[in-house]
């Protein structure tokens, strides 16, 4: 199978319900059948992409998978919640590339996902980024639904400076006042300068999956239900004690413009997974938000 091909299976699958109600998972309340994933799991064996011992894959391969699907569903879900469809050019494009790359010898099951999948994530590059006023709303009521976040900090290393901190404040600073607290109080590098702003690749708002990749689980669980302005009580991670700030819309609307201009549709899809109601049948293992993966019981 073209490798191309399984990378972007492995981001994410779309497969048809294949006649059960056993759930392997549920996505805000729709099923992921057992069968759909069973299927998946078949047709990676029996192109050698998945590994099976006496009729038993590899655990951490399924739980894989089963993300996949996870994700895909969610897909589904932010194209229709914007009007979108998959059409038939989408399809017949989509076969048009499978020929040329040789993909004719696949199990049918799996050229049929393949052909939805690639079909879906054309459908979500062509999904708009919200109105401005949707995006503020949004920002304000529920950050992490965006698919991104823009967070100052303060890190010290005991949680009595850190309750000081944080009463010093108050529930609702203003941005640069909360930067003349971290600067006063945060041992961080720089944070006089920075005012303890953290920036990653698209600015001044970094994409959760930045944040799954690359900052301290204890860290981006504080930052992921933390309130727009208004700062955390203290947060322990492997660094010392936070206070975490989502910082004001106002502070920060031109980041956050910018990137849905970008990538509406990815940011769209890191959010709804950041903010989906996900169940994982126990025997798989279950939903861990802060990854955004299935991970073991």
């Known amino acids: 199978m073209p490798r191309r091909l399984i990378s972007l299976l492995l981001a994410t699958v779309v497969l048809a319900a294949c006649g059960t109600t056993d759930s392997a998972a549920t996505v805000n309340d729709t099923e992921i059948l057992r ?12 192109i050698g992409e998945a590994q099976s011992d006496n009729g038993v894959v590899d655990a951490e391969q399924v739980r894989g998978l089963l993300t996949s699907l996870i994700r895909a569903r969610v897909i589904d879900q932010i194209i229709a919640a914007a009007g979108e469809s998959v059409t038939q ?18 199990p049918e099951t799996l050229r049929e996902l393949i052909v939805q999948l690639n079909a879906a994530q054309a459908v ?13 709303e949004r920002y304000n009521d529920n950050p992490k639904s965006l698919g991104m976040l823009c967070v100052r900090h303060l890190v ?7 309750d000081t901190a944080r009463e010093e404040l108050g529930n609702n600073p203003t941005d640069d006042e909360f930067a003349t607290v971290a600067g006063k109080y945060s041992t961080e590098p720089n944070a ?28 981006v669980a504080g930052a992921l239900a933390a309130r727009t302005g208004v700062p955390t009580q203290p947060v322990k991670s492997s660094f010392g004690w936070h206070v975490i700030f989502i910082r ?6 031109e980041s956050v413009s910018a990137n849905f201009a970008e990538a509406p549709g990815e940011y769209l899809l890191l959010g709804a997974l950041a903010d989906a109601d996900i169940s994982v049948a126990s025997q798989y293992g279950r939903w861990d938000p802060l990854a955004g993966t299935v991970v073991a019981p």
Not at 126 to 132: D, E, H, K, L, T
């Open 124 to 136: 979500l590059g062509r999904v708009p980024a919200p109105s401005a006023e949707e995006i503020a």
């Open 35 to 46: 069968a759909d994933l069973e299927q998946t799991v078949t047709d990676f064996v029996t």
């Open 248 to 253: 004001p819309f106002t502070a920060v609307s």
């Open 192 to 219: 006089k300068e920075s005012g303890g702003a953290l920036t990653g690749q698209s600015g001044d708002c970094i994409a959760i999956n930045e944040w799954q990749s690359s900052y301290d689980p204890d860290f």
């Open 89 to 106: 050019e989408d399809i017949d494009t989509v076969r048009e590339q499978l020929a040329e790359q040789g993909a004719e010898d696949l």
């Open 156 to 162: 010290v290393e005991d949680e009595s400076t850190a």
